[in-house]
């Protein structure tokens, strides 16, 4: 854990580039980069806290996991060296510690995890999968086996390489549904009690089941229909329209915003300056900006620059459940 080390991160197959990018652009062109499987790549040069405060505020994009490597191997060794290396690595005798393990490729990393898992508990240690001050992570690629160990709040998700796995539960309305509570968790969102929300682009009515959840009453707003089960409830809403008419007769103050309208960043990022005027001082906007154009790093920016005249943005990510597309977390001045 130790300065120094290789930081591993984690970025989604069709992004990596971009992520290189946006670490070359924060850190200079000196820092080496290597890409060590398809979503997963090594940097020397920056500390991880140092990558970790570039992610948190959506300097850089397209990175959803980080960890330190310790040591990397053609296949893992015996349990005691593994104990005997991971807990040599603490500043102190650990509790208890998170264990992750994935693979880059296809596969669970389940028989790493209990490797690992059997290695710290022989040591009196409490093994979990999440919610501990220090995450070992495991990591096999085509080549080797990677360790790494890192601050849970270095890392900027508590899921194996940053892929969080949702139930999919016969109640799911839409598959968005995941980007929305993934976004929640991952950034610790808390919604007002009982708040007002208004969900922009919200066929079929995934996000608005998820706000419905979180205790909001919602506007949604999309030409499209929503689903049937959602038809009864009082406190939703159907504005079956357009995000621009309805805002031209809208007279409600919302505490949310939501939006994941298919529409390129800038088009999008434009609505949301109309939002504004219906959201109260501090509100809280939940928005995806979508892939667009042959450029997904610039044109998202562009569109947090159009952000950034109404919102304090406070994060930007691509999240696992993103497809070609950055969540973006921001506050209303
Ligand atoms: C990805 S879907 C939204 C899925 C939704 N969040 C869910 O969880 O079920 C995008 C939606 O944006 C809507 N949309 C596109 N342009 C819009 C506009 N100008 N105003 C309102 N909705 C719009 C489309 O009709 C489409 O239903």
Redesign the pocket.
């Known amino acids: 854990m130790s300065g120094g080390r290789s930081v591993l991160f984690s970025a989604a197959s069709d992004s990596y580039e971009l992520a290189v990018r946006e670490i070359r652009g924060e850190f200079g062109r000196d820092v080496r980069i290597q890409r060590v499987g398809a979503e997963l790549g090594r940097m020397d040069g920056p500390s991880v806290r140092e990558v970790a405060a570039a992610c948190d505020t959506g300097r850089i994009m397209f990175v959803r996991h980080l960890t330190v490597e310790i040591a990397s191997f053609e296949e893992l060794p015996p349990e005691h060296e593994l104990a005997a290396l991971v807990l040599g690595e603490l500043p102190e005798y650990p509790k208890a510690l998170a264990v992750q393990a994935w693979t880059d490729g296809a596969g669970t990393g389940g028989s790493s995890y209990h490797r690992l898992e059997e290695a710290l508990t022989g040591r009196g240690v409490t093994v979990t999968r999440a919610g501990q001050e220090y995450v070992v992570s495991c990591v096999g690629t085509r080549k080797a086996v990677l360790l790494g160990l890192n601050r849970r709040e270095d890392s900027l998700s508590d899921w194996p390489g940053g892929r969080m796995r949702l139930a999919r539960g016969e109640e799911r ?2 598959r ?2 995941f980007k ?1 509570e993934e976004a929640i968790a991952t950034f610790g969102l808390e919604l007002p009690a009982h708040g007002k929300a208004v ?10 089941r998820i706000l419905r959840r979180h205790g909001q009453e919602v506007w949604s ?4 229909s929503l689903d049937p089960r959602l038809r009864g409830d009082r406190r939703i809403h159907h504005e079956a329209t ?3 008419r309805f805002f031209a007769a809208n007279t409600v103050r919302f505490d949310v915003v939501v939006n ?4 390129d960043q800038v088009t999008s990022a434009r ?1 949301m300056l109309d939002a504004a005027d219906h959201l109260r001082r501090g509100g809280l906007a939940i928005v995806t900006l979508k892939g667009g154009g042959r450029n997904p790093l610039d044109g998202a920016r562009r569109g947090l620059q159009v952000l950034g005249e109404r919102y304090d943005v406070l994060h930007a990510r691509q999240l696992h459940h993103n497809r070609n597309e950055i969540t973006v977390i921001a506050h209303r001045r």
């Open positions: 309305v839409s968005s549904e929305l969900d922009l682009g919200a066929s079929p009515g995934g996000w608005t707003v999309d030409p499209g357009t995000a621009g994941d309208m298919r529409m609505m």
